[in-house]
């Protein structure tokens, strides 16, 4: 039909007439029917409570003088049965004041009998059924948002300008003591603000209240309140204003209680106190025991070195002397002491050389430059290269904040093992080279030597390590654990990789340093 009063869900829309005149509602029906509504009628106030019931009725047209009701009375009684239908309110000439009491009610608009036309009247069904569609769907909204509110993880406030609270749901009771009837009409200053902060709170609300600003607005932060019991606690606070007109007239927090929180911290920062005085304590023993043995071995050393050279001293006066006096195994036997000797000499002077790394004024450690340290090595190890046939090839070397002395050392003990644990059947080849990470150096230093069983290569740094005889190679094991205590005292690390049979690679890195604007050097970050 054509005008139909469709619903948005494609259904006609219903009508109650509520009307005790047979020919004003019959007049209404016609009207109704016509433009497309559904009509239904009853004509007392016990009938229209039984139809709400049930309801299915999207308007109710009233009139309130009734049979068995008369005046606003109908009106409360209808509306309360309807649970939000929109009611339009019919009312005689001399009954506006009902009507505008009913407005004021909650009915959704009135027509005065005999004045209004049928076109004013379809006009005012349907836009109070709109009108009612939309109440309705604000009220479901607010209804969600005060559900989401009240069940909210944190507490939350609403307040006024002048800080008077509005709004306190259940997460607000549990964390403040405060039940939301006692305290809501109450003022922040009042209940939940420490004394010692109300100068400074007074002072917020009035930025608030006269430029709309705050520390706290729009961001998170943390602050102390207090609770009902006088207690207080520290919590993590965001703050929003609530702009209704062109200026915010309330405010509204939500806070979170991080007692919990600042206990886990405060808890923590023992432990790590804790841990640091340990530490310290520890370091300063194992630095006093370090010292301790780097003493002792320096005095050992020295000691040791006096009678060894008496033992050398004598045994070559007694070759000197008697060989060939007495028979072949005696010659042999003072060759050996000899042969002794000499070693005991080198480990000595080696572990000396061990101790005393790291022990040099701090004044020995300047801008090296690498290239020039290789060159130096490479003299220092002339005749060996030479003899063995190895060939040297040195990439691009950075200069480096180190000790020149320990740098030298350091090469000199990688290159040299490199000649020294050649392969046998090719002519030694080794590249040294260097390359720059975010704050360090690594250098490599390979070979095309024997190459080491990969289970060893770890245990190659230790004092005394050695994996082939001294018949076979000699050395006195000290080397790499002399590389290692160089390299790590410059705060780097080292290490091989390597494989039995095809050579090896030597890895360590020192850290990066530049010249600072202030002319201080500084690591490279
Ligand atoms: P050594 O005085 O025995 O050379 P080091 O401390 O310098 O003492 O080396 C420890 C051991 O590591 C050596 O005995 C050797 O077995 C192994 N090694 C060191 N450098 C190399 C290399 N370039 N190739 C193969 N093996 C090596």
């Known amino acids: 039909m054509k005008g ?13 007439v509520v009307e005790d005149s047979f020919t004003q509602a019959q007049i209404h029906q016609m009207n109704l029917l016509r433009r497309g509504f559904q009509v239904e009628w009853v004509t007392n106030l016990h009938e229209v409570l039984l139809r709400l019931q049930g309801s ?3 308007v109710v047209l009233l009139d309130l003088s009734l049979p068995d009701s008369r005046g606003i009375d109908t009106f409360f009684r209808v509306r309360d049965a309807g649970r939000g239908v929109p009611i339009v309110v019919m009312s005689a000439l001399d009954d506006e004041d009902v009507a505008m009491e009913a407005l004021h009610g909650g009915a959704q608009d009135y027509l005065i009998k005999g004045q209004a036309s049928n076109d004013m009247l379809v006009r005012c069904l349907r836009y109070a059924f709109e009108r009612g569609r939309v109440e309705q769907e604000l009220r479901e909204g607010e209804k969600r948002l005060r559900l989401i509110i009240e069940n909210s993880y944190d507490a939350f406030i609403a307040f006024d300008a002048t800080g008077k609270i509005g709004g306190w749901n259940r997460q607000a009771e549990n964390t403040f003591g405060w039940q939301t009837e006692e305290i809501l009409g109450m003022n922040l200053a009042d209940t939940i603000i420490p004394s010692r902060y109300l100068s400074a709170h007074k002072r917020d609300m009035f930025n608030l209240m006269t430029r709309g600003v705050s520390k706290l607005l729009n961001r998170r932060a943390e602050m102390q309140l207090m609770r009902k019991d006088g207690r207080e606690i520290p919590v993590e606070i965001a703050l929003f204003p609530v702009r209704t007109t062109d200026v915010s007239d309330s405010f509204c927090a939500f806070l979170h209680d991080i007692s919990a929180r600042r206990e886990m911290e405060k808890r923590n920062k023992e432990w790590n106190d804790e841990l640091e005085r340990r530490v310290q304590e520890r370091t300063g023993e194992l630095r006093r025991s370090n010292a301790e043995l780097q003493q002792f071995a320096k005095i050992a050393s020295h000691d040791l070195q006096e009678p060894i050279r008496a033992i050398q001293g004598y ?12 028979d072949t195994d005696a010659n042999e036997f003072i060759d050996y002491i000899l042969d002794g000797c000499s070693r005991m000499v080198k480990l000595i002077q080696a572990v000396l050389q061990h101790a005393s790394i790291g022990t040099t004024d701090v004044k020995a450690v300047q801008f090296v430059d690498c290239r020039v340290v290789l060159e130096e090595v490479l003299a220092n190890l002339k005749a060996g290269i030479e003899e063995s046939r190895t060939r040297v090839v040195v990439g691009e070397m950075p200069t480096v904040v180190a000790n020149r002395t320990e740098m030298v050392q350091l090469f000199q003990n990688l290159i040299g093992n490199a000649i020294k644990y050649r392969g046998p059947d090719r002519d030694p080849e080794i590249y040294i080279s260097s390359e720059a990470n975010v704050h360090e150096w690594v250098f490599s230093v390979r070979d095309n030597g024997i190459g080491i069983d990969p289970r060893y290569t770890d245990k190659i740094f230790d004092m005394f390590a050695r994996l082939h005889g001294k018949t076979q190679y000699s050395g006195t094991g000290i080397g790499l654990a002399i590389c290692k205590k160089i390299v790590e005292t410059h705060g780097g690390r080292i290490w091989v990789e390597s494989e039995l049979g095809n050579g090896s690679i030597f890895l360590f890195t020192i850290l990066r340093f530049r010249k600072a604007d202030d002319g201080r050097e500084e690591v490279v970050q």
């Open 4 to 16: 139909q009063v469709k619903l948005p869900y494609e259904r006609l829309m219903r009508v109650l």
């Open 56 to 58: 299915g009725i999207d």
């Open 315 to 326: 045994a070559q006066l007694l070759g000197k002397r008697y060989k060939g006096k007495l």
